[in-house]
């Protein structure tokens, strides 16, 4: 595009800020404007739970950029509380309101960016619009729930956060700091979608353990105010009365002004784009939350609303814009979140999705150390890995516990986006010092149990095998004091170190299905049983995998 040209933004916050500075950096003669329906541009959304419950305690530093700042530094005009009605396409041109005053006028554009982000979703709940009844996803919002919290009288009920997503999560914590009472009703039978069931159990435990009375397989059926509270009834014909409600179902993209101006919406729901986040229309792209991405490791369509992938798009679009040939490389889902002293992660596909996608998969779990256990404050770390069962291919890994859990994920986003395998990851050399990590990494730790698998070394079974078959027989290798503590029902119990002595014990004619606490003791039974012409599986991640994934709430 000849430089000079007159460039519309529709949307700040992440993608538009993003497009719009990166487009002044590749060119100093472009006309550059960008429309916020809101009262600030750019401001850090991730980080209102935590202003909420005091984390946070400035509000100026959620302000990433503000319109005199984008003016003093970009040259961009920032038209804030400035809503875009309408796209004529074939005019190039806008129609925008004043938020303020209604009045309305039209812009022309030789390029157009939408940015506009994705909505909270709003359910038919009877009494949702009432006051004290809020989302989650401006500056408004976040004031007036701080707002409410702060002025809540004793005995007001506590809070009700609806939906345990991230902001969900997030909240629950935040209102837990303020020390109110908080109920998190969710309708799945888990919290935290992109997990799959016994990676969300710990949360599930600590969530009971931080005073959140979690009720899971809900909905909430009606709110009515009842003078200085709201009575919510839910789906088990109980109801409980609360000071306010933080409704956290979901977003879903804000797409009606494209879908009006006859641009194309993909089949997941949101903006049709190519990789040079172009649209249907040549003259208009569209980033962020909005835009319909595809799965970088499953090919399949998916709606990825997280910061980082808009700040690329933004980026990517405004390259396209100035003849810079630039592709947005897919998408991972790679994620983090805090659930107060614990931090889930994941990255890549999980098991739900890749059962959807009708691919073959094989799954491994580790239990380990974030680091060196005999230096202080080592914490135990549960792994999920995702891997092809043919040629050992990364699909996805999900890490939840106390410390190193960012760190483990993002290394594993990283070999998937080089294309490694199980193998590969043994090889890995990663910084370590006690206080940091182990000889061996739980990534490098992952390796080599899914690598056993691939050649073959070791063969596994899962509790969803269980109730054995008359052939089979449970073998719990773990001491008897670990045994009297908990066992899986029907277990014979030989410790792995009493093993070799007591092969008569056991019969050739029977598959041994032998499980340890956390895998390894499992596996090294498995060798010696394998050796010595015994049918033999192990179960990956051991007896905490078993409990988490049976563990009911």
Not at 185 to 207: C, I, K, N, R
Request: proline fraction near 5%; aromatic fraction near 6%.
């Amino acid at each position: 595009m000849p430089i000079g040209k007159r460039i519309l933004i529709v949307g700040g916050v992440a993608g538009g800020a993003s497009a719009a500075a990166r487009a002044r950096r590749l060119s100093e003669d472009a006309e550059i404007i960008l429309f916020e329906r809101g009262k600030h541009v750019s401001f850090a959304n991730c980080g209102m739970p935590y202003h909420i419950g005091g984390t946070i305690s400035d509000r100026s530093r959620l302000l990433v950029q503000t319109p005199a700042s984008l003016k003093a530094r970009f040259r961009i005009e920032v038209r804030v509380e400035t809503e875009v009605i309408s796209i004529d396409r074939k005019r190039r041109t806008v129609l925008v309101r004043d938020v303020a005053s209604g009045k309305d006028s039209t812009e022309s554009y030789d390029v157009l960016i939408l940015s506009p982000g994705a909505e909270p979703v709003h359910p038919p709940i009877p009494g949702a619009d009432l006051e004290r009844v809020f989302t989650l996803r401006s500056m408004a919002d976040m004031d007036a729930i701080k707002k409410t919290v702060d002025g809540l009288p004793p005995r007001s009920g506590g809070a009700l956060v609806v939906g345990g997503g991230y902001i969900g999560l997030e909240m629950a914590e935040a209102l837990r700091q303020r020390s109110l009472d908080v109920t998190l009703v969710e309708l799945s039978g888990q919290v935290f979608a992109p997990f799959d069931a016994e990676m969300a159990a710990p949360l599930h435990q600590h969530l009971l353990a931080k005073g959140v009375d979690l009720r899971l397989n809900l909905a909430v059926k009606s709110i009515a105010a009842e003078g200085p509270t709201l009575r919510v009834q839910l789906s088990d014909s109980n109801a409980i009365s609360v000071g306010l409600v933080i409704l956290a179902i979901g977003v879903r993209p804000e797409v009606k002004l494209a879908r009006e101006a006859g641009l194309a919406i993909g089949p997941s729901g949101g903006i049709l784009v190519d990789a040079h986040m172009r649209t249907d229309d040549a003259n208009i792209y569209a980033v962020g939350d909005a835009v319909e991405v595809e799965n970088f490791v499953g090919h399949s369509k998916a709606l990825i609303p997280l910061a980082g992938p808009a700040n690329r798009q933004g980026r990517i679009a405004a390259d396209n814009i100035f003849g810079r040939p630039s592709t947005y490389q897919r998408t991972q889902g790679t994620a983090v979140c805090k659930v107060f002293d614990l931090t889930a992660g994941t990255t890549g596909l999980n098991e739900k999705t890749l059962k959807r996608l009708g691919k073959p998969y094989e799954k491994v779990y580790t239990h380990t150390a974030d680091h060196a256990t005999y230096y202080p404050g080592a914490t135990q770390m549960s792994l999920k890995l995702l891997f092809s069962p043919l040629d050992g291919k990364i699909y996805g890994a999900q890490s939840v516990g106390t410390n190193g859990i960012d760190k483990r994920i993002d290394v594993l986003a990283v070999a998937i986006r080089a294309g490694m395998t199980v193998m590969d990851l043994q090889d890995l050399e990663l910084s370590y010092a006690p206080p940091y990590g182990s000889a061996k990494d739980p990534v490098n730790y992952l390796g080599f149990v899914a690598t056993n698998v691939i050649n073959n070394d070791l063969r596994l079974w899962h509790s969803d095998e269980l109730p054995l078959q008359p052939d089979q027989v449970l073998l719990d290798v773990r001491t008897p004091t670990e045994v009297k503590a908990g066992t899986i029902p029907g277990s014979v119990n030989i410790p792995v170190d009493e093993l070799r002595e007591r092969l008569g014990e056991l019969s050739k004619d029977k598959e041994l299905f032998v499980f340890c606490q956390v895998g390894l003791r499992g596996y090294v039974a498995c060798r010696i049983l394998t050796q010595k012409g015994f049918k033999c599986r192990n179960l990956p991640g051991g007896y905490k995998t078993y409990q988490a994934a049976n563990l009911k709430f």
